[in-house]
Every structure is written in structure tokens, then in C-alpha cells.
């Protein structure tokens, strides 16, 4: 039988196209049938017909986007839609934010300080600050369809949370059910408004009289009339440092890559200036070139119409020009003092100790800072060297309003005498095996009409044994190379002229300090400030 082929290919295909088609129609008729049983049983249940179609459309779409509009007009963001909930849901938006408990029952207030560093009325404060001043112009926005933003109070929480116990941006959403995209840009903000406008209004170097008196008076009472506060620097680790300049901020005491940032403070631990952050490898001699306050006090610029007189030989001596109590690690300029580091003069060690422990005041702010804002001390998980500068400046900047806050920026009361039997370094035989070494002793380093006692018991050293006379070139007070003092006749102590602190030498000031010093401490005039003027501490007998 011959067939014709083209014909039979003809039927063939056309047999396959109905089949198909009519596979088509049935799916179409399943798909629509499906699509009716879904709206019947949206009906009954509590679901709406639009959240059911929002439903499968995330089922479909969610491998391929991550943020698409909802049927009301509103961005979800479908991988975060099923963690995030309503902010003013929150436990901390119901306990901190609406209900005002933590400003009534003192229990609860002291929680809240500590949780978040600063009492309720100041992040009250802080909030209505931040809404009047417009600083966070995004948040509370509505968007296009009458939406608002998620809440200030939390965004400001969360960022104080963040500083004060170094939480991270997940640990946020977690307590808030604000996403960490929001709380990351919102930080950035916060500590940008920080390091500008708070660090501004709080951080100043002191200008008016009343302001400069008020950080010079516990210095002058503990016989440093003229300091103004005292400097050093600190290191700051930065977790996230680029690795092409780790090599560049390795510092510290550990093998950290840190930040160094250079502080000057008064005695009541009040920060007057703080520099920006500098690579960890510099040291204070390097920094210091850099730090805006010591520079112009060097250069006559700041602080220089400061009077106060200094006694040299019992006569007063008028200076003009402040300065600020320093290491061993700084340059030696006339504006930064610091103590000896080798002498065998009892007036000069007296002095050192004395200045030395006059100086922990600035450690001692290091220590509150790290201690209140524990981002310092655990290390900073930011990026780039401005968030690391604006989050130190915040932290300063926070640290003197709490102060204001406490009340203890205020005029500190009389200080505590020193309980001193005599002066150090004249003591009586009984007390100098225990108190001055052996070989200070023996080395009648102070000329004293009182100095017998000692000089009877270890020999006097400047007997003359060749019976040719002491000499010219003799010096009793014996300092190395770097000390050694030769005072121009111009710069003889005189009182009818006021010396200006830029024109005298570095060497012969600390040399007149100490004189000074000593000359007060001879009439007991030198006092230990205290905050409450109870006596705090005692010399062991």
C-alpha cells in the first residue's frame, strides 16, 4: 500500500497540536479551580484575600527579591518580615519610653543609669534636644503613604546601649524589632551630632576668667599656682583597621591596631580638649605637635593673660602664661611640666612625687571613660578612622555633661592639709631608715640650718678632706646633664616686672616651681584637694 508521506506528517502533527492543546486547557481548568478553593477558604478564615495573595507571592518571589511593595503601598522586607515586629511593641519602648517609672522609684532609676549611662531625664533631655534642633531629619518621617518611622527614643536607646556596654547592631533588633540596617545608619548619625554639636557645647577650652579660675584652684592649693590641668594620651583598639595600614596603628601595650587621642583635664576630671585620633605607633612627643590646645599655649596664642606669682627665694615673682602637668614622654616645652626623672635633690623628689600624684587625674578620666563607655575598652567594630573619632569625641562629650549632671563640676571644698611630720627628706634619724633610702641619706643633697642630725649620723659630704677648699665648679645639688641649670642674669628673681612663661626657659621654670613648691610647703601652705574635704588618706607612721 503506498502512502502519501507528506499527507501523513500533515495528520500526525495536527494529532499532537490537539493533544496538547487539550493538556493545556485542563491545566488552565485546574489553575482556576485551584484559585476558586483558595478564595472559598480565605473567606472562612481569619486571613484576608490580600494578605492570602501576599502570601503566595512571597512563596514565588522570595529566592529572587528581598524587598518588594505590599498591596497598601508599604516596602516589606520579605528575608526580615518574619523577625521584626511593631518597635512600640517592644519591652524596651513599653518600660523606657511610654511608662515614666524609671523617673519616680529610685531603684529603677538607678537601673536605668547604669543601662544606658545617663539618667532618664537626660535622655529626656537628649530626645527633645535632638526633635527641636531637627538633628535626625529621617526619623519619625512619613513616607508616601502616611507611614511613620520607627521611634527617636529607641534609635537614641539603642545607640547609648551600643556605646555604654558595647552591644552589637543584631543585639538591637533583638531588644527593639528595629532592623540593624536602621540602628547601623542611625549610630553613624548619632555619633557624627555627637562629635560636632555635643562635643561643641561641652568640650571647651576655658576662655573667661571664672572658667579658667575654677581649673586652676585645686592645683594652686596643692602648690601648683599657674596649672591649668594636666595631659597624656590613650590608646583605643580598633578591630576593623585596614590591612594595609595595620602595620601603621599597631600600639599599645597588647598587638592591637588602636587609635591614640591626647586628653587635657582638670583635677575635677573635667575634659578642656581632646585631639583627634593619631596612628598607635606615635608616641607623646609626636602627638603633641599636633594637639591644637598645647601648640597655642606654647605659641603665646591661648590662656596667656593668666597672672599668678610664683615665690623664688622669698621673693614673689609674677608670671603671665598657664601650663599643664605632664610625663616624662613629652617634649620639653615651658607649658608642659613634668616631673624629675633622676635626682638627688630632696626638694626636687618631694616635688615629683607630689606633681605625680597630682597628674593621676588624668588616668584616672582614661579609666572613667573606659569604665562608663565599654566600646572604648573592648574595642571598636567600625571601619574607617572618623567613625573611631567621632564615637571618642561623643564619649568625651557625654562624659563632661554627666559630670554637670552629678554636680560634681562645681568648686571643690577646702583641701586637706598634709599630715607630714616635717619635710620630706629633713626627717628625724627615726625615720630615715624607713622613709628616704640609704643612699639619699647620705648624700646632704639640701643645704638646711636644721640638716645636723642626719649629716652628724652619715658624715657630711661637703667636708673638705684635701684642705684645699671646695671649689668654684662645686655643685651640691648634683643633676645629670639634661637638668643643669644656668640662669641668665635677665632671669634673676625680681618683682618689678612680670616674666611672660614663653620667654623663660623650660629648665629654669621647673627650677622656679619647684622653689616655689618647697618655699610653700615650709609655712604648710601646700593642701591635698578633696571634693569633700574629709580627710582620705593618711601617712603610715
Not at 554637670?404 to 626627717?427: A, C, M, R, T
Request: charged content about 30%.
Amino acid at each position: 500500500m503506498i502512502y502519501n508521506r507528506p499527507l501523513q506528517r500533515h495528520v500526525l502533527q495536527s494529532s499532537k497540536s490537539n493533544v496538547i492543546v487539550e493538556e493545556l486547557a485542563k491545566r488552565r481548568k485546574r489553575r482556576r479551580e485551584s484559585f476558586k478553593k483558595l478564595i472559598e477558604d480565605s473567606e472562612d478564615s481569619e486571613e484576608s484575600e490580600a494578605e492570602k495573595v501576599t502570601t503566595l507571592k512571597v512563596k514565588k518571589v522570595r529566592k529572587q527579591v528581598t524587598h518588594h511593595r505590599e498591596a497598601n503601598g508599604e516596602w516589606d522586607d520579605i528575608e526580615e518580615r518574619f523577625v521584626t515586629s511593631d518597635p512600640k511593641m517592644s519591652k524596651w519602648y513599653i518600660d523606657y519610653v511610654a511608662s515614666d517609672k524609671y523617673d519616680r522609684i529610685p531603684r529603677l532609676k538607678r537601673k536605668f543609669r547604669a543601662r544606658f549611662r545617663l539618667p532618664r531625664s537626660s535622655f529626656i533631655e537628649l530626645v527633645a534636644l535632638a526633635r527641636f534642633n531637627n538633628w535626625f531629619p529621617k526619623c519619625e518621617k512619613k513616607d508616601a503613604v502616611g507611614k511613620v518611622g520607627v521611634p527617636l527614643e529607641l534609635l537614641i536607646l539603642g545607640a547609648l546601649r551600643y556605646l555604654g556596654r558595647g552591644w552589637t547592631f543584631d543585639d538591637l533588633e533583638e531588644a527593639t524589632g528595629i532592623s540593624v540596617a536602621t540602628h547601623r545608619n542611625f549610630f553613624h548619625q548619632f555619633i557624627n551630632i555627637g562629635a560636632t554639636e555635643l562635643f561643641e557645647r561641652w568640650v571647651k577650652i576655658p576662655e573667661s576668667e571664672q572658667e579658667i579660675a575654677d581649673s586652676m584652684k585645686e592645683y594652686a592649693e596643692a602648690g601648683f599656682h599657674g596649672c591649668i590641668g594636666s595631659s597624656d594620651a590613650t590608646h583605643i583598639i580598633m578591630e576593623r583597621c585596614s590591612a594595609r595600614l595595620k602595620n601603621h596603628n599597631l600600639g599599645g601595650k597588647d598587638s592591637h591596631t588602636t587609635r591614640a587621642f591626647n586628653m587635657v583635664v582638670n583635677h575635677k576630671r573635667k575634659i578642656l580638649h581632646t585631639t583627634v585620633g593619631f596612628p598607635g605607633r606615635w608616641n607623646d612627643k609626636s602627638i603633641v605637635l599636633f594637639d591644637g590646645m598645647l601648640r597655642s599655649m606654647k605659641e603665646g596664642k591661648i590662656l596667656q593673660d593668666v597672672e599668678y606669682s610664683l615665690f623664688v627665694d622669698g621673693k614673689p615673682m609674677k608670671y603671665k602664661g598657664a601650663y599643664v602637668i605632664v610625663d616624662n614622654g613629652y617634649l620639653k616645652w615651658q607649658c608642659t611640666i613634668p616631673p624629675f626623672k633622676e635626682t638627688l635633690s630632696m626638694e626636687e623628689l618631694r616635688w615629683s612625687r607630689w606633681l605625680e600624684s597630682m597628674r593621676k587625674d588624668v588616668e584616672c578620666t582614661f579609666g572613667i571613660l573606659k569604665g562608663r563607655w565599654r566600646i572604648l575598652k573592648t574595642g571598636i567594630r567600625l571601619h574607617s578612622f572618623e567613625s573611631v573619632d567621632n564615637i571618642w569625641k561623643t564619649c568625651c562629650a557625654l562624659h563632661n555633661w554627666l559630670l554637670e549632671v552629678d554636680g560634681l563640676h562645681k568648686e571643690w571644698k577646702n583641701g586637706i592639709p598634709s599630715d607630714f611630720e616635717g619635710e620630706l627628706g629633713y626627717h628625724d634619724v627615726n625615720d630615715a631608715d624607713r622613709t628616704v633610702p640609704l643612699i639619699l641619706a647620705r648624700i646632704g643633697t639640701a643645704r638646711h640650718e636644721d640638716f645636723t642630725i642626719v649629716d652628724r649620723i652619715f658624715g657630711n659630704r661637703e667636708h673638705d678632706a684635701s684642705g684645699m677648699g671646695i671649689g668654684n665648679g662645686y655643685i651640691s645639688n648634683f643633676k645629670d646633664d639634661d637638668d643643669i641649670l644656668v640662669v641668665a642674669e635677665s632671669e634673676e628673681p625680681t618683682t618689678k616686672q612680670t616674666c611672660l612663661l614663653r620667654n623663660t626657659s623650660y629648665k629654669v621654670f621647673r627650677d622656679r616651681l619647684v622653689k616655689h613648691f618647697s618655699y610653700l610647703w615650709n609655712r604648710r601652705a601646700v593642701k591635698w584637694p578633696s571634693r569633700t574635704g574629709k580627710v582620705e588618706w593618711t601617712l603610715k607612721k
